[in-house]
T-cell receptor, first 115, second 115 residues
Framework: NAGVTQTPKFQVLKTGQSMTLQCAQD?????MYWYRQDPGMGLRLIYYSASEGTTDKGEVPNGYNVSRLNKREFSLRLESAAPSQTSVYFC??????????????FGPGTRLTVL | AQTVTQSQPEMSVQEAETVTLSCTYDTSESDYYLFWYKQPPSRQMILVIR??????QNATENRFSVNFQKAAKSFSLKISDSQLGDAAMYFCAYQRQGGSEKLVFGKGTKLTVNP
């Protein structure tokens, strides 16, 4: 049981390049999330998917797109990377509504640098 | 919109002593969850403790306990018998019950444990 996995762990991009961050969970969770963590800012929600087939914007969605590929996988895409997107990105999942399964479990994070 | 405030950017404690980290939040909801997450230098987000707003009893997990004051919208974390491994960033987080289950994080408190 690997929990939440993210790839890659580190990435360096040049301004304007594109890339996709991958996230997968093996806990049969309904909901998945993407956060970014900047120094002194805590974690902020980029996008989330409450269930398979749905996605919604969070607090800071500009410059990102997401795909909920299936129940296990939720990817985050940067179409044209900018230096302001230099950050640590975390994927998380939770069981969804009901049953008290509200805790979010986090992946190990991806450190992204945009030059 | 809900907000979470951690007024102590940094705290320090002597090994074996007790420390309390503060958190206040703002919400108009009556049902919600509150969490404390720990982030050690490894960057992994680890759930420390959770509190349901409808429960009057304060949550405890071994050496970790909370003081939940619903009327004051306060949710502090007490760490007893501090250990060197407790050194980390600690984040307070709010989650509305139902709906999208998004987490709203505070900016964090860096805890140093002195031997």
């Amino acid at each position: 049981n690997a929990g939440v996995t993210q790839t890659p762990k580190f990435q360096v991009l040049k301004t304007g390049q594109s890339m996709t961050l991958q996230c997968a969970q093996d806990m049969n969770h309904n909901s998945m999330y993407w956060y970014r963590q900047d120094p002194g800012m805590g974690l902020r929600l980029i996008y989330y998917s409450a269930s398979e087939g749905t996605t919604d914007k969070g607090e800071v969605p500009n410059g990102y797109n997401v795909s909920r590929l299936n129940k296990r996988e939720f990817s985050l895409r940067l179409e044209s990377a900018a230096p302001s997107q230099t950050s640590v990105y975390f994927c998380a999942s939770s069981g969804g509504k009901g049953g008290g399964r509200v805790e979010q479990f986090f992946g190990p994070g991806t450190r992204l640098t945009v030059l | 919109a809900q907000t979470v405030t951690q007024s102590q950017p940094e705290m320090s404690v002597q090994e074996a002593e007790t420390v309390t980290l503060s958190c206040t939040y703002d919400t108009s909801e009556s049902d919600y969850y509150l969490f404390w997450y720990k982030q050690p230098p490894s960057r992994q987000m680890i759930l420390v403790i959770r509190q349901e707003a409808y429960k009057q009893q304060n949550a405890t997990e071994n050496r970790f306990s909370v003081n939940f004051q619903k009327a004051a919208k306060s949710f502090s974390l007490k760490i007893s018998d501090s250990q060197l491994g407790d050194a980390a960033m600690y984040f307070c987080a709010y989650q509305r019950q139902g709906g999208s289950e998004k987490l709203v994080f505070g900016k964090g408190t860096k805890l140093t444990v002195n031997p």
